[in-house]
């Protein structure tokens, strides 16, 4: 069986403004997927802060404070859930703009943004990015703690 | 959800204690805070973070502000936080320079 079967056929949907102010809509949209799919408190914390990062990144530098929209699409099946984010904002793969942390760089120096993406990508057990019909598409997929794909049987 | 931040004086520490959630939206307040904290001249700044249920790199930043704000002498100390925001913290590296302490 795979991994798509488990999850539910039809995607919930959220479009927000692309606004700080929206940020908080998302994460409860994304902490309902979770409960939907019986994830742990670690586990939902994970995919909550991957896509409040990326989010909060597509606000901030995406759309540069301008107009602009996100649209957050979520699965869930058993101990996993899968969420794609969707903007129209310039190209940017989070994997490229990825700062892991440069603990010799003293903090005033530190530019924090790019930890944000860092954190996120750290955060989830899956990442994938797309650029389609002029949209930034990132899918990310968070399992529950010790999800075995394929477990035994009783 | 929303932040909530107390700022008091005990002996040569500011205490700074946090409740709700560290994120873009809130973040701003805890820096405001920050700022009035530095200018207290304690030899450390104390943050008390146990009723801080979530935070993002938001938060961070105002960590690393915190940083930049104080005397090279004061000593910046977290206390409390729950285990993945003490791992955000320790992600970003800022635990070489802040003190993390359960209690």
């Known amino acids: ?154 | 959800m929303p932040l909530s931040v107390s700022l008091s004086i005990e002996g040569d520490t500011t205490v700074i204690e946090l409740a709700g959630e560290l994120d873009a939206k809130t973040a701003p307040e805890f820096h405001q805070t920050i700022e009035k904290a530095a200018g207290h001249g304690t030899g450390t700044v104390e943050i008390r973070m146990a009723g801080v249920g979530y935070m993002a790199s938001a938060g961070l930043r105002s960590l690393v502000f915190a940083q930049q704000k104080v005397a090279d002498h004061v000593t910046i100390k977290v206390v409390g936080a729950i285990e993945p925001v003490s791992r955000t913290i320790r992600t970003a590296g800022l635990d070489r320079s802040i003190v993390l302490s359960d209690e």
Do not use: W
């Not at chain 1, 994304?30 to 799919?37: C, D, I, T």
């Not at chain 1, 794609?84 to 530190?110: K, M």
């Open chain 1, 1 to 154: 069986m795979s991994d798509m079967v488990e999850l539910a056929r039809t995607p919930a949907e959220l479009e927000v403004p692309a606004t700080v102010g929206a940020l908080g809509d998302i994460a409860s949209f994304v902490l309902r997927l979770a409960g939907r799919a019986a994830l742990d408190k670690g586990a939902a914390y994970r995919i909550r802060l991957a896509v409040d990062e990326l989010a909060t990144n597509i606000v901030m530098h995406g759309y540069r404070g301008g107009d602009g929209r996100i649209t957050v699409r979520g699965r869930s099946g058993p101990g996993r859930v899968q969420i794609s984010i969707t903007d129209s904002a310039p190209a940017f793969d989070p994997v490229e703009g990825c700062l892991p942390p440069a603990p010799g760089t003293p903090p005033e120096r530190r530019r924090v943004g790019g930890l944000g993406i860092h954190l996120a990508l750290t955060s989830v057990d899956e990442f994938s990015y797309e650029r389609r019909d002029g949209r930034n598409i990132s899918t990310l997929t968070v399992k529950a703690e010790g999800t075995d794909p394929c477990p035994p049987r009783p």
